[in-house]
Each structure stands twice: as C-alpha cells, then as structure tokens.
Nanobody, 119 residues
Framework: QVQLQESGPGLVKPSQTLSLTCTVS??????????WSWIRQPPGKGLEWMGA???????YYSPSLKSRTSISRDTSKNQFTLQLSSVTPEDTAVYYC???????????WGQGTQVTVSS
C-alpha cells in the first residue's frame, strides 16, 4: 500500500521560501512510470496543481508558478520536496502531495498540510 505524508513548517513569513517534504512508503519514487505531484488548495478555492517530479527525476511545473517553484527528490530517503520562493499571503493553502500518471487520475494522496503565510 502506497502512503504519502507531507511535512514542514505550518507558518512561513512573506518573502521567504516555503519548503515541504513528502515521504513515500510502500512504493519507490523511481518506479516507472509514476509522477509525484504537489497540489494545493487555498481557502475557499479549488485544487491547483503546482508541479511534479517524474520517476526519472524530470520536473514539470504549472506555468503560473514555475518561476518560483522547485521540486527535488532524495531517492535514498524516498522523499520529494517542494520549494516555493517569495511567498505572499495568497500562498496560504492546504498543500498535498500525490501520485499520478500524466494521463490518469491521482491514485494516492497525502492527508495535506496547512501552510499559512503571515508575518
């Protein structure tokens, strides 16, 4: 059974970098042909796909966020990380990590973690 768990600070100051880690168990992040995504949901709004890192290590980003988003991984720990720079209060959201295929649905999700951007 694949399980994903988000972790990281719940409060980030404006202009700083948000950093979250997703720890995966029950499956390897290098297994063909899965993609590992970050998705967020601001309060009162819908889900927004932010980006993903593929089994190969290739990264993909939402056009609206790519200028300040970076996704990386640590295969030895079976983890992947989200970094969102220059955050503002509009980045306040519940952040999720999830597994997916390019042409398919997300099949496993983390429980989500609340991140608030505030001074």
């Amino acid at each position: 059974q694949v399980q994903l768990q988000e972790s990281g600070p719940g409060l980030v100051k404006p202009s700083q970098t948000l950093s979250l880690t997703c720890t995966v168990s029950g499956g390897s992040i290098t297994t063909n042909y899965y993609y590992w995504s970050w998705i967020r949901q601001p309060p009162g709004k819908g889900l927004e796909w932010m980006g993903a890192i593929a089994y190969s290590g290739s990264t993909y980003y939402s056009p609206s966020l790519k200028s300040r988003t970076s996704i990386s991984r640590d295969t030895s720990k079976n983890q992947f990380t989200l970094q969102l720079s220059s955050v503002t209060p509009e980045d306040t959201a519940v952040y999720y990590c999830a597994r997916d295929l390019v042409s398919g649905p997300y099949d496993y999700w983390g429980q989500g973690t609340q991140v608030t951007v505030s001074s």
